[in-house]
């Protein structure tokens, strides 16, 4: 009676919960090592705190397992935690976002270290440390960034494989090269996924708006800085690749946002939405057809030459013959275009008369008195449009990065008295006169000219080539484009930024397009690495649903809709895995090192004669075999010894396994 009380209590009720396993040190360096790897890029986004508290709870944590200290406390990681969640939303006033997200996600895989002890917490930080590498993505796409990342991964997915096996002897870079076949295996189900899986236009789920910040190019307004500024930049806007002729520098002008309104200083655009009936024009001349790659920039425009005659799928045109997305471009974007450089518009409406002479009321007293003497004395527009142009060309005007600062009334400090700018100064003081004078006139920025890439066949247009122009309403022919630019620098147009300021050496260095002299191999090294990275941006982050239906159709499918693609990605998907299963199981065999290592040393007596029954047990057949070979007893004994303790012992060592090993290879019967 007293014996069932006591079994019956619960003092005495053993515990049925198994001890979780302890990571073990090399296993924990392994994981240290991939944490470091996936948060190294974001250093240069992160606080310089973030980077010290990470690198500080690596180095303890390392300490610890190396000296076999104690965990800190709880209370201590608690006041960490919140410590750290502060910092980030003081530093970033917010905890959502990209950046603050990325910088949270940081701290707690840092605080996160500082309490790992078992295999379960090795897992946690291993999932944590593949968010913390797909994060990389939102600041870069580029091949380097890529191409360390599947390193990162490789790393992470061996300590993955490490952490359920840690006693398997996976020595040395055993892990690496686990890994290493792994990816190999999913190559072939990677490439299937991504030409066949139906792409959906824009991306899959939404991303927070910081995300996309840091973008620069054109604005949707333009006064006395704005251009020149994106004149010091030489990344690329977007690449043309011509599939017809290619047009003269005079007719590379690409079209971006139309500025109606002027009020004293900026020219802004109006909220022009595509027209539901494209506005139509007469071509005059050939067309040209070509493809632009075009860089995320957060905006809805998308550039064409002037005039676009034809649609990139779910985009549209404003009456002021402006491309307009339906979504903004956060990712690189591939369309093809049919634009007629020669060209005759409509009539011009009374709507677009108004917001053509449109002025402020006041202000530029002297470029109005200068228009007016025009509108009286010359009758026909035509003639007004060349007073302008002389006005520039005949005069001491100067084409400069670096203007003078103007004053309240910009337009008459610019005619009148400095009369040093840049391609907005020009077009804006152009337009005021024009518009003074009684001429219906409007600015237009985008991008003129670009540099070939003779290595890769397409254009490169750079931030560097911005531009702004006018056009004037002229009867007869419509909306006329005119460059003053090309008046006061007709270098600018025909050869590019470095043929047209006075201090070239000033540009960017892969805005310089005239000879580099000794650096010229540096140069073509740049290009060569360009058209590398526009392959890229073609073939992988362009590759949408309108690139993948293009692809398709022209491998002779024909037309393909998402239907037929995703029966035919099951179907090769099924091909593929029924062809790994054939050969798998032609390479059948035991996986476990301990298993082949003893199927190799039962092998190699087989052929001698000795050969293992299948009741036969691993001791009794080392006693047998050691009663028939004298001479290798010894060896043959420890062999069954230590293969009995790994297969059915409670625990592997790596030190028993490579033992193991080491006699099966230099047992001799």
């Known amino acids: 009676m007293k014996l069932w009380k006591r079994q019956r209590s619960p003092h005495v009720v053993p515990s049925s919960k198994r001890p979780e396993e302890l990571l073990s040190r090399t296993t924990l360096l392994w994981l240290l090592a991939a944490l470091v790897l996936a948060v190294a890029p974001h250093a240069t986004e992160s606080p310089i705190w973030l980077s010290i508290l990470f690198l500080a709870a690596v180095g303890w944590r390392a300490f610890i397992a190396w000296r076999a200290k104690s965990l800190p406390p709880r209370w201590l990681l608690l006041l960490l935690v919140l410590l750290a969640g502060a910092g980030v939303l003081i530093d970033y006033r917010t905890l959502f976002g990209r950046d603050a997200g990325v910088a949270l996600l940081i701290a707690m895989a840092a605080c996160k270290l500082l309490e790992t002890r078992v295999l379960r917490d090795g897992v946690v930080l291993i ?5 913390l590498v797909m994060s990389n993505l939102l600041y870069s796409q580029e091949i380097p960034m890529v191409l360390y990342l599947l390193g990162v991964i490789l790393v992470m997915l061996a300590t993955q494989s490490l952490i359920p096996s840690q006693h398997a002897g996976l020595r040395g870079l055993a892990p690496l090269r686990l890994a290493g076949g792994m990816v190999l295996q999913a190559i072939p189900v990677m490439l299937i996924l991504f ?29 006395p800085g704005t251009v020149s500024e994106l004149a010091q930049s030489d990344a690329v806007t977007f690449r043309v690749r011509f599939t017809s002729a290619v047009p003269p520098p005079n ?14 200083r900026r020219w802004t655009r109006l909220d022009e939405l595509p027209a539901k009936t494209p506005r139509t024009f007469m071509p005059d001349g050939a067309a040209v057809d070509y493809a632009v790659i075009l860089e995320p920039n957060n905006r809805h425009w998308l550039f064409a030459l002037d005039l676009p005659a034809r649609l990139p799928p779910r985009a549209g045109m404003t009456a002021s013959f402006q491309l307009l997305r339906d979504q903004p471009v956060n990712e690189v ?37 200068l228009a007016g003497q025009w509108r009286e004395r010359l009758t026909r527009p035509e003639d007004r449009v060349n007073a302008a142009l002389s006005l520039f060309r005949e005069q001491e005007f100067y084409y400069t990065l670096n203007p003078p600062l103007l004053g309240a009334n910009g337009v008459d400090d610019f005619l009148f008295r400095t009369r040093r700018g840049f391609c907005e100064h020009y077009a804006s003081a152009f337009v005021f006169l024009m518009r003074a004078a009684g001429v219906p006139a409007r600015v237009v920025t985008g991008y003129q000219g670009g540099e070939i890439n003779k290595q890769g066949g397409y254009f490169i247009v750079r931030q560097s ?17 005119v460059d003053p630019t090309a008046a006061v620098a007709p270098g600018r147009i025909q050869d590019g930024l470095y043929a047209a300021v006075a201090d070239p050496e000033s540009l960017p260095f892969l805005a310089r397009r005239g ?31 309108d690139r993948q239906k293009e692809f ?54 087989a052929r001698h004669g000795l050969t293992r029954e299948p009741q036969e047990g691993p001791l009794d057949f080392g006693e047998r075999v050691a009663a028939s070979r004298p001479h290798a007893a010894a060896s043959a004994r420890k062999i069954a010894q230590l293969y009995a303790r790994l297969r059915y012992g409670p625990i592997r060592t790596p030190s028993d396994l490579h033992l193991l090993r080491h006699l099966v290879r230099q047992f001799r019967v």
Request: aromatic share 16%.
């Open 251 to 264: 007719q590379r002008y690409w079209r971006g946002p139309v500025l109606w309104r002027f009020d004293g």
């Open 127 to 131: 999932f944590l440390g593949y968010l």
């Open 333 to 369: 974007y591939r369309y093809e275009m049919r634009s007629f450089p020669s060209y005759r518009t409509g009539e011009l409406t009374e709507i677009e008369r108004q917001r053509g002479l449109q002025l402020p009321a006041y202000g530029n007293a002297r470029a109005r008195e």
């Open 515 to 545: 000879g580099q002299g000794d650096y010229e191999w540096l140069r073509q090294l740049a290009l060569s690495w360009d058209s590398l990275n526009n392959s890229w941006n073609e073939w992988v982050l362009a590759y949408g649903p």
């Open 195 to 223: 030409i066949l899986f139906p792409r959906i236009p824009g991306p899959l789920w939404g991303l927070p708006k910081d995300a996309y910040k840091g973008r620069t190019g054109l604005s949707d307004e333009m006064m």
């Open 552 to 605: 398709l159709s022209g491998l002779g499918f024909g037309p393909v809709d998402w239907a037929e693609m995703t029966v035919a990605m099951t179907v090769t998907l099924g091909g593929v895995g029924l062809l790994f299963i054939g050969w798998r199981w032609r390479q059948r065999g035991p996986r476990d090192p301990v298993a082949r290592a003893w199927q190799r040393f039962c092998a190699r007596l």
């Open 465 to 481: 080539d911005a531009h702004a122009w006018a056009e004037v309403w002229l009867a007869e022919r419509g909306w006329v484009r």
